[in-house]
């Protein structure tokens, strides 16, 4: 670190608030919304160090760094599943409807001790060999009572209730 960089950062801390904005100001090139003269002493000693060291890109790669690794890494498509809900589902597609999974997606849910597997078909769903027009006619057959399929699936999104 040369002896003129060390004084530009000493200098910033005899700066007053307004004294250290318009300092901001010339050194990033835009103005700052900060009233704080501790945060703004950080922000500007970084960016003087990195015009000192020629370092302008170095956020524009950490930046780019960032975006790779988060393309390889492993991105949960579902949520988990939650302890009140045993239905888990497995994306393929993307589907057209919001609420409904796309085909190929295999539903499971537990009921009265055995597990109720369906398979969604382009056309329908598929339980036990069979094919049916709704979740809501594999979940009464399933219960006996009439019911929504996509909610006794778990495939609607739970509102917060205020108790």
Same mark, same amino acid.
């Given at each position: 670190?040369?002896? &003129? =960089?060390?004084?530009?950062?000493? +200098? #910033?801390?005899?700066?007053? =608030? +307004?004294?250290?904005?318009?300092?901001?100001?010339?050194?990033?090139?835009?103005?700052?919304?900060?009233?704080?003269?501790?945060? =703004?002493?950080? !922000?500007?000693?970084?960016? $003087?160090?990195?015009?000192?060291?020629?370092? &302008? *890109?170095?956020?524009? !790669? $950490?930046?780019?760094?960032?975006?790779? #690794?988060?393309?390889? &890494? *492993?991105?949960?498509?579902?949520?988990?599943?939650?302890?009140?809900?045993?239905?888990?589902?497995?994306?393929?597609?993307?589907?057209?409807?919001?609420?409904?999974?796309?085909?190929?997606?295999?539903?499971?849910? +537990?009921?009265?001790?055995? *597990?109720?597997?369906?398979?969604?078909?382009?056309?329908?769903?598929?339980?036990?060999?069979?094919?049916?027009?709704?979740?809501?006619?594999?979940?009464? +057959?399933?219960?006996?009572?009439?019911?929504?399929? $996509?909610?006794?699936?778990?495939?609607?999104?739970?509102?917060?209730?205020?108790?």
């Amino acid at each position: 670190m040369t002896e &003129e =960089l060390r004084s530009q950062l000493r +200098a #910033l801390d005899a700066m007053t =608030l +307004a004294q250290l904005r318009e300092r901001f100001l010339e050194v990033v090139g835009e103005p700052t919304k900060s009233k704080s003269k501790q945060h =703004l002493r950080k !922000r500007l000693a970084w960016w $003087i160090q990195v015009r000192a060291f020629k370092e &302008e *890109d170095r956020v524009e !790669r $950490i930046r780019k760094r960032g975006l790779e #690794l988060a393309r390889l &890494e *492993d991105v949960r498509l579902t949520p988990p599943e939650s302890r009140h809900s045993r239905t888990k589902r497995v994306a393929v597609r993307p589907s057209a409807d919001p609420k409904m999974p796309p085909p190929g997606t295999r539903l499971t849910r +537990a009921y009265k001790g055995r *597990d109720v597997c369906v398979t969604v078909l382009p056309n329908g769903f598929e339980h036990e060999g069979r094919v049916y027009a709704s979740l809501s006619a594999i979940a009464k +057959a399933v219960t006996g009572t009439h019911c929504s399929g $996509i909610a006794w699936f778990g495939l609607t999104k739970r509102k917060d209730r205020a108790t």
